[in-house]
């Protein structure tokens, strides 16, 4: 049996390597769940993460950016506005989303049961 090496060259390749890396930030599959519900300026995603600072939140959104997963959409207006959503590769983690959340409701019902 062979083992299996991941490196920075297993991005692109390996499906499993290149999902994680592009969720590897602590906040990305929280801010990619909010943007599920239609898009969102700055300040409703820092609202909705309470104890996200802001310069973690600009990082998180410019990496998601940078991998096609969300677009940035700035408005010109005064005061400038600036828009996140989904872009198509951004939508169809969708479904992932959704497993991810029966998941984790069962496991919290799991977790539930086995602390009484």
């Known amino acids: ?7 920075e060259a297993s991005f692109g390749k390996c499906p499993f390597f290149t999902a994680q890396k592009i969720f590897s930030g602590k906040w990305s599959v929280l801010i ?7 898009p969102k ?15 973690t939140l600009a990082k998180q959104l410019h990496e998601l950016e940078d991998y096609g997963i969300i677009s940035r959409k ?8 600036t ?15 959704d497993q991810i959340e029966l998941w984790g409701n069962k496991y919290i019902d799991n977790m539930k049961k086995t602390r009484k």
Do not use: D, K, N, W
């Open 1 to 7: 049996m062979s083992e299996t090496i991941y490196s």
């Open 32 to 38: 990619v769940h909010l943007l599920c519900e239609g």
């Open 41 to 55: 300026r700055f300040g409703q995603l820092h609202r909705s993460l309470e104890t996200i600072t802001q310069t």
């Open 74 to 81: 700035v408005f010109a207006e005064i005061p400038p506005r």
């Open 83 to 97: 828009e996140y959503a989904l872009t198509e590769m951004g939508e169809e983690f969708r479904p992932i989303l």
